[in-house]
């Protein structure tokens, strides 16, 4: 609301040169507050920093001094009680819309229903920044289940406002969320990730534990895995894909159920464990990767040895007999084909120098070496005859020669004509 402020009342109301002062400060810079015509301040929507001492000053004296308070009457609160553990205190919190004065105060009674006890007062504290009120029930320290009476009261200069609620302690336990939730990739385990995390510190017992829930997931994929453990704080998933980055977060709950779950904790990061690469092995090709070119044999002489790409890599299995490539087998065909050629080849030129056909046969017109002069030409076969005269036995062709009978028809001593060509 707006307010104006006089300077005095009744006295002095046409003295007109007068200035104001907050707190001790000139406001007669302040584009917030303007002082109307005469000796009043006037202030527009005051708040709660409006609160205050103002006062009226004219030629150096001080003429009057005015405090302001600017209060809010209490919103009816919206309670919400809980434990951080079985071996801690219980909390009633609220929270209001706007923010409330310094003096508006709260205070809290609380009593075990059906059992004769007297009302317990807690005070309740306001924290300005999260604009909450907090308020502690004690003497519940224990794991016992009881229905409580919960009344709360809110005063301030512009009001009061009272609320009452039932509560029961079975359902008030929630720990606050585990801590320290580290994802760590597990070597020569592309599909493992090793999960650690702590306690919340709020929890504070030995004697109750705790079972938690993780949940991860892979960056492709908004679909969570979901794991209950029992009083552990180190987990190993199993089953992550390798290569992608996953997120994890762990919450907590009494280890029999007792009370709600907290909530998650923060997210966790984390990338299964890679085979480094070697820049070495990369360089190198795979066999299976050299293409094979069958115009290089087409190149290739018999007598030349043919150069291929060497092939660094090992094989998968070393015990197993490596495949012979291909072209092994073209080279061992082209080199037995090309032997053959040659052997042929000598056979017939050699077959040509001797002088006789493949057949076996003499070759036709073929002179003997041991021919060096040419013959006379020699008589007709009708000059000469057939047989010779015989001869006398006393002679000198028949001392050698067999004897033949004076009446045979042909003379077979004379075989001159078996030399003839």
Known sequence: MNITLPCLQGELENITLVHWAFNGQNLSSSPARQVVPGPSLFLPSVYYNDSGRYSCHSGGRLLSSLRLMVEEPPQEPNITCFRRSLAKDIFCEWRTSHLMSIRTKAKLWVRKTFVGVNHTEQQCRYYTKSRKF?????????????????????????????????????????????????????????????????????????????????????????????????????YTISDALPGLCHTVQVRAQEEFGLGSWSEWSREAFGTPWTEPRDPESEATSDISEVPFHYEILSTIKPWETPEFPQITNKPAVEDAAAPVPLYTFLIMAATVTV???????????????????????????????????????????????????????????????PSILDHSPYDVSNADYFLLP
């Open 134 to 234: 907090s308020c502690r029930i004690g003497g519940l320290n224990d794991d016992n289940t009881f229905f409580l009476l919960v009344s709360i009261c809110i005063v301030n200069l512009a009001g009061a406002l009272r609320s009452h609620t039932y509560i029961s302690t079975d359902i008030l336990l929630k720990p606050d969320s585990p801590v320290d939730v580290v994802v760590n990739a597990m070597e020569n385990n592309p599909n493992q990730l090793f999960v650690t995390w702590r306690k919340p510190p709020s929890w504070g017992s030995l004697f109750y534990r705790l079972q938690f829930q993780l949940r991860y997931r892979a960056e492709a994929s908004r679909i969570y895995e979901v794991h209950l453990l029992t009083d552990l704080t180190s």
């Open 339 to 401: 032997g053959l050629a040659l052997v042929v080849g000598v056979i017939v030129r050699y077959r040509k120098k001797w002088g006789t056909s493949p057949s076996g046969e003499e070759k036709p017109g073929s002179v003997p070496p041991h021919s060096l002069t040419l013959l006379a030409p020699e008589p007709p076969l009708s000059s000469s005859p057939l047989l010779s005269p015989p001869a006398s036995p006393f002679s000198e062709s028949s001392v050698d020669s």
